[in-house]
């Protein structure tokens, strides 16, 4: 059954294509589009989180959908801003280092899993999600901002910040799976 923080969770896929496809029909009403519908995404992933806890919805498709919406959205995003000239050369390094550790938690988060081990979000994790989210949101609007509004250096500045609190939490998040990893070594093959 489809519940309400489920359909909100799926309309963040849906979404993408939609991002992707603003980004090839490039002028400022296409720009502001896509940040709107960027910003929509980003919001469902607040509600579909809180509506879940509040109304007891808590489900295993919800748990296992979630954070590969999120990634999926984030990763678009990145991809999208390199490829079409959103960012300097220089903000490659840390959309690289975003992306690298949206894949390195996932992976960690699976092992874990088999384990029957979870990994909680920490606000740390939260907030490095919520500064990412607004960079990207600058990035995606870039030169299509008003004169006053100097969107592609705030964006810029916020996804190297984004990039250091990434380095942190993966770090923190690899400690964790590490320890685990040390503990439950593989069995011996045949």
Known sequence: MLTLPNILTLSRIVIIPVVVATFFFDSHAMRWTACALFTIAGVTDFFDGYLARRANQVSSFGRFLDPIADKLLV???????????????????????????????????EFLAELHVSVPVTK??????????????FLIVGSASPIWIPAELI????????????????????????????????????
């Open 75 to 109: 990763a678009s995003v990145l991809l999208l801003i390199v490829a079409f000239d959103r960012v300097g050369p220089w903000s490659y390094l840390p959309a690289l280092v975003i992306l690298l550790r949206e894949i390195m938690v996932s992976g960690l988060r």
């Open 124 to 137: 740390l994790a939260k907030a490095k999600t919520t500064v990412q989210m607004v960079a990207l949101g």
């Open 155 to 190: 964006g810029e500045i916020g996804i190297w910040i984004a990039a250091g609190i990434t380095l942190i939490t993966g770090y923190d998040y690899l400690k964790s799976g590490l320890r685990y990893m040390a503990v439950n070594p593989p069995a011996p093959g045949p």
